[in-house]
């Protein structure tokens, strides 16, 4: 997927609208993206990242969570945690921005096809898991039955609670579950944490796991996986890391020999259990 | 192959300035760096190695990409093409050759970085065989051998007393030759005998330098165990001071930041060197994976001596040059770690 | 009392362009008074109002010969008499060294003048102004230390 | 040197193994004969891998800060110059007093590396020995015999401080070579004399050739901050860029902000990797101070308050009229 950046230089960004903005949660906002001329800014596969540059501001990479196969624009759920994010934050619909990519490699869609799905998602985790799981949607029939785990701190911290509460429950073979680490009023679903509510769940192995999420949850769920019975090449997960170049060469994101931006951000639990863990 | 008296060097640089960018080892302020000729400098090409590596010419330390206007929301980017016009290195030697190409291996794999391949295309680079190395050299331990050009040289040149002999290795190498044509002699036997004995005096300085027994092949174990020796990486990181010299001087080093420069109403975007050893590497929002010093120095010398090689058919992420054996300022350099790694457990 | 202030729009090619930090109890009101009682300065003086003039740190200075500036001035209270009682002997101390360091560097000493004008002396804040005016005039522009990619 | 080594040894062992302190802060011998850098040890044996020759030019006090996180009590071995870097070190807070043992060292000046390759040129050096009225280097197939004022550091030549102006215990008696005092502002009156222009031609050349790597102020005992201004990203005081202002930027205000605190160790010229002159910016600044606010040596002792930070009613100034030059 050669990237579109104009006169085919990687670094250099697009210029693009922000042409709708949702507000999920407190602190995460949803931005829809098009390009100068209202089109979508580049072809993309599902699990890939964009790098939205705010000049004079900075550069950051977002994992885009809109579906590939969405024609007019792309979309990235952003959390406020930072400079480039909370100007981010401050912008309204239509303000200019820069983006290129896209970046790093997708989740592998061949693998999935017509096998049973588990997504389990914490917090803003389930951003890039929402580009893939649209995307099972809009070919619900190559694939096998969808379970989806998500779970966040409180209920205001549900991020897409459209498709959580409304489009997906609806989809055919899909059941969703939803957690919240704390009791809070008017909220009867499940109490507890997503790895405890995984164990809970008690899915049979021969599955097949894409999880994201803070770096805390990855590394419990995986351990409640493994307990399953889920082998390590069954589990897909995305590393967060600092990317700058978005194309293998700056350095930041190297780990082991891998650099994430290139080779990840998706990678299969037995190649992450080969780098050293510093991630 | 050609041969040109050093007494007709100056005027052999004024030609080439003609219609190049010359850059020699000159000697300015009491330190020895590669710097654009002018008349009347003064070029030092005994002393063996400059002071920075000759990397500023194909990877600069500061290079603006992108310039942005912002007028009421509005905004306008603008490409900024590397410029500058074709450029002659004389005076590499063959370690900082090597590094060139240790610097293509990044740079030019795909996607093309099209700045640093619009710098290395201006370029025409004439190597010279090292005539006596210092102690901290060991290039030999990478393959390196100091007497003779490597293939990354458009132009191999050596010093052979009163002389210096020229051989094109490139196509842009002859194309220079060509253009400079009458200033050189055909070479007799006489010369081809002095560059036997050159090349064999080089070998000798090079066998009692103190790290010609450098052996990298000791280094045993797979990446992880060699990232948990974590009581080494403890040793040198006690003493590092994380200030950046090792990996800004190393030519080999290829890491760099994306910063923006804020104008009043215009900026710009523009690429910069920066070093893993410095606390902010892999600062981010949420946390920064490399807190300590530890884990900042293994990470370095992790790429270099293992993470490079697995991806590049096992060619080190180093060529031997020895400036951060000397410039270091607590000493710590990838000798010792290399020796360290390898089991030798010399008080170190 | 006014220099002949038209050398300024005389040749229109080079207007100084001076940064002063005026110490908002003392310089500033001194400004004021220049200007309430007709005294001409130069209208390139572009002022800065700062709460006392040890507010003002080597980076301010800096900042502004980077950005453009051909002369910089420093007004304060008189010693003695600062709204914050100790500030300006820190200034003194202070800018002996720096106005010192930046000429060492190659900062021309009449580019950067440090000066005690109080609220009541309108007529010395004119003829500060009008003489590193006329000092920076016969300069020239600055062009040390000044950031290549600044665009006024 | 060699008896100082045998003391060493000795005192480090012993205060290892009763105990005395946690860990000694030393010097070892790396694998080239112009290479001595910086050790910890902690454990008794390794004691007698401590050396002192004529290269323990590193300055361990600023080491202290890290060190004493993470053990209570330390042993450290001090030159003079670092004995005065410890002393800023204590006016700034960054260590306590009782936490160290100070072993105080004098110290004739240390040799340069540098200058002996120049001296030697070409043939390599394989060792360096003490002789009666300097010292003989000795290479593959020659000697040479020179004296200590042509191989030592500029720094030493012109030492304000060689024997250590605070201590526990002292190792060896004092030296007394004071003689050369006047000519440590030489380079500074150089500069000074020049044009403007010229001067400002002089700094840019030299600041042309930083490479932005932060070893000045990484092994600076003055620039001890948690966290340094140039470290703040959203502080916005100095860019990563490589220009011109920027570099002259980041070496006026790092000099500024080690100006009354600067005890003229000159390590910052010594680990320049470009060589630049650096202890010039911070000796011009010392020299002002001794001139307008009286003798003022940063680091003699650990009490009297460094210049910027104090005032006096009648002080003078350098800008105005009537007070200054």
Request: include cysteine.
């Amino acid at each position: 997927m050669s990237c579109s950046c104009h006169d085919n230089d990687p670094l250099i960004p697009k210029i693009a609208v922000i042409k709708e903005i949702r507000v999920d949660t407190h602190d995460v906002t949803t931005f829809k993206i098009v390009d100068n001329f209202g089109k979508k800014p580049f072809e993309f596969l599902p699990g890939q990242c964009a790098m939205i540059s705010i000049p004079p501001i900075g550069e950051a990479i977002f994992s885009i969570t809109s579906s590939p196969s969405q024609e007019e624009y792309i979309e990235c759920s952003i959390k406020k945690c930072g400079t480039v994010t909370d100007y981010l934050h401050q912008l309204e619909a239509g303000s200019q921005i820069g983006v290129r990519g896209p970046y790093g490699n997708n989740f592998p869609i061949e693998e999935l096809k017509n096998k049973d799905l588990v997504f389990i998602g914490g917090g803003i985790g389930l951003a890039p898991l929402r580009s893939v799981i649209n995307y099972v949607m809009d070919n619900r029939d190559d694939f096998g039955k969808v379970d989806i785990v998500y779970g966040a701190r409180t209920p205001g911290d549900l991020v897409h609670s459209k498709d959580i509460f409304d489009v997906w429950p609806k989809e055919k073979e899909t059941d969703v579950h939803l957690t919240v680490d704390r009791l809070s009023e008017n909220w009867d679903g499940h109490i507890g944490f997503v790895p405890d509510y995984v164990k809970s769940l008690n899915f049979d192995s021969n599955k097949i796991a894409l999880v994201c999420g803070p770096p805390i949850m990855i590394k419990y769920t995986l351990q409640a996986l493994e307990e399953m019975g889920f082998k390590k090449d069954q589990v897909y997960t995305t590393l967060e890391l600092k990317m700058k170049c978005g194309i293998g060469k700056c350095g930041r994101c190297n780990i082991g020999d891998k650099y994430v931006c290139k080779d990840g951000p998706v990678f299969r639990c037995d190649e992450i259990t080969e780098l050293p863990n510093e991630y | 192959m050609k041969k040109i008296l050093k007494s007709n060097l100056p005027e052999l640089w004024q030609k080439i300035s003609a219609d190049f960018d010359l850059f020699l080892p000159l000697e300015k302020n009491k330190t020895l760096n590669f710097s654009l000729w002018k008349e009347g400098e003064k070029v030092n090409l005994d002393r063996v190695r400059t002071n920075a590596s000759p990397k500023h010419l194909v990877f600069p330390q500061t290079e603006t990409y992108l310039k942005i206007k912002n007028e009421n929301k509005k905004l306008s980017f603008k490409a900024v093409k590397a410029k500058g016009d074709q450029y002659v290195l004389f005076g590499v030697r063959p370690c900082d050759v090597e590094s060139f190409k240790l610097l293509d291996n990044i740079f030019l794999k795909d996607p093309v970085d099209t700045y640093y391949k619009a710098h290395r295309d201006r370029g025409t680079i004439i190597s010279l065989g090292c005539t006596n190395p210092e102690d901290s050299c060991f290039c030999s331990s990478f393959g390196i051998d100091a007497g003779s050009a490597p293939k990354g040289a458009d132009i191999a040149a050596w010093d052979i007393g009163d002389s210096f002999i020229w051989k094109a290795q490139s196509e842009k190498g002859q194309k220079l030759m060509e253009t400079i044509e009458e200033l050189f002699t055909d070479i007799d036997e006489k010369d081809l005998k002095n560059l036997e004995e050159e090349k064999g005096s080089i070998q000798e300085n090079l066998k009692d330098l103190p790290f010609n027994s450098l052996d990298l092949s000791k280094i045993k174990g797979t990446q992880q165990e060699i990232f948990d020796k974590e009581e080494i990486w403890n040793e040198f990181s006690e003493r590092c001071l994380a200030c950046g010299t090792c990996s800004h001087l190393c030519p080999t080093c290829h890491c760099y930041d994306l910063c923006d420069y804020k104008g009043s109403s215009h900026g710009e975007k523009f690429r910069c060197w920066d070093s893993c050893m410095s606390s902010d590497f892999t600062l981010m929002a949420h946390g920064n994976p490399r807190t300590s010093q530890m884990q900042r120095l293994r990470q370095r010398f992790m790429h270099k001596l293992v993470y490079y090689p697995k991806n590049h058919e096992g060619i080190y992420s180093c060529v031997g040059c020895g400036r951060c054996v000397e410039k270091c300022p607590v000493h710590i350099d990838i000798v010792k770690i290399i020796k360290k790694l390898g089991g030798e457990n010399n008080e170190l | 009392m006014s220099l002949d202030s038209n050398i300024a729009n005389k040749n229109e090619e080079f207007k100084p362009l001076i940064v002063a930090f005026c110490c908002n109890w003392c310089s500033y009101a001194g400004a004021d008074l220049a200007g309430t009682s007709r005294l001409k300065y130069p209208a390139n003086v572009k002022i800065i109002r700062v709460p006392c003039s040890c507010r003002v740190n080597l980076n301010f200075v800096l900042r502004a010969f980077q950005h453009g500036a051909d002369g910089v001035v420093i007004a304060g209270c008189h010693p003695g008499d600062c709204h914050y009682s100790t500030g300006n002997y820190h200034t003194r101390r202070r800018f002996s060294l720096i106005t010192n360091l930046t000429e060492y560097i190659g900062i021309e000493k009449e580019r950067f003048k440090v000066d005690w004008i109080s609220a009541a002396e309108g007529n010395k804040f004119a003829t500060v102004m009008n003489d590193i005016l006329e000092d920076v005039y016969k300069l020239g522009p600055n062009k040390k230390l000044r950031d290549a990619r600044w665009k006024i | 040197m060699e008896n100082i080594t045998k003391k060493i040894r000795a005192i480090a062992k012993q205060a290892l193994i009763n105990k005395d302190v946690d860990k000694i802060l030393g010097w070892k011998k790396g694998d080239l004969w112009s290479e001595s850098y910086p050790a910890f040890i902690t454990k008794a044996e390794e004691a007698d891998t401590l050396i002192w020759d004529l290269f323990c030019i590193n300055n361990l006090s600023k080491f202290l800060i890290k060190e004493l996180q993470k053990h209570d009590k330390i042993g450290i071995f001090i030159k003079g110059c670092d004995s005065t870097s410890f002393n800023q070190l204590l006016k700034d807070h960054r260590i306590n007093r009782d936490d160290v043992v100070l072993y105080g060292i004098p110290c004739e000046g240390m040799v340069n590396p540098e200058k002996i390759k120049k001296i030697m040129l070409n043939d390599r050096v394989t060792g360096i020995k003490k002789s009666e009225n300097g010292f003989t280097l000795t290479s593959k197939n020659k000697t040479k015999d020179v004296s200590g004022e042509e191989i030592k550091y500029d720094k030493c030549i012109t030492c304000i401080s060689p024997n250590p102006v605070v201590y526990d215990e002292l190792l060896g008696d004092e030296v007394k070579n004071k003689e050369r005092e006047e000519e440590r502002f030489k380079g500074v009156e150089e500069i000074e004399a020049m044009t403007p222009d010229e001067r400002y031609e002089f700094w840019k050349g030299e600041f042309q050739r930083c490479i932005r790597c932060n070893a000045c102020r990484d092994i600076c005992p003055a620039c001890s901050c948690v966290k340094c201004v140039f470290e703040n990203q959203n502080a916005e005081i100095s860019g990563k860029a490589k220009t011109e202002d920027e570099d002259s930027f980041f070496h006026i205000v790092r000099a500024y902000h080690v100006a009354g605190r600067c005890v003229d160790c000159g390590e910052c010229a010594r680990v320049c990797p470009a060589g630049i002159p650096l202890d010039l910016l911070n000796r011009k600044i010392i020299k002002d101070i001794n001139e307008v606010y009286g003798e003022f040596n940063a680091g003699f002792d650990s009490i009297t308050p460094a210049p910027l930070v104090t005032f006096k009613l009648e002080d003078t100034d350098t800008f105005s009229k009537q007070g200054g030059k």
